[in-house]
């Protein structure tokens, strides 16, 4: 599955709050959701490589699975 992360979700990334997150453990994320996602919906839970916990905003799009925001924790 294609996960296409947001110009938005990217600039998080390099806030504070979103430290130690790579673009990695965000696809790895992604991909881990089971079935389809018709609307934005928050995931939580995940855990980075780094140990840092973090929730997604994802939905499904005819191009793959779209991430539109990361919320460290």
């Known amino acids: ?7 938005h979700a990217r600039k998080r990334l390099k806030d504070m709050r979103q430290d130690k997150i790579t673009v ?3 696809i790895g994320a992604a991909t881990g ?7 934005a919906t928050r995931f939580r839970g995940f855990f980075a490589k780094s140990g840092r916990i973090f929730d997604i905003v994802a939905k ?3 191009g793959g699975r779209l991430v539109i925001t990361i919320i460290g924790k």
């Open 1 to 7: 599955m294609r996960v296409i992360i947001t110009e």
């Open 24 to 26: 990695q453990d965000i």
């Open 60 to 62: 499904d799009i005819p």
């Open 33 to 39: 959701i089971p079935g389809r996602i018709p609307t």
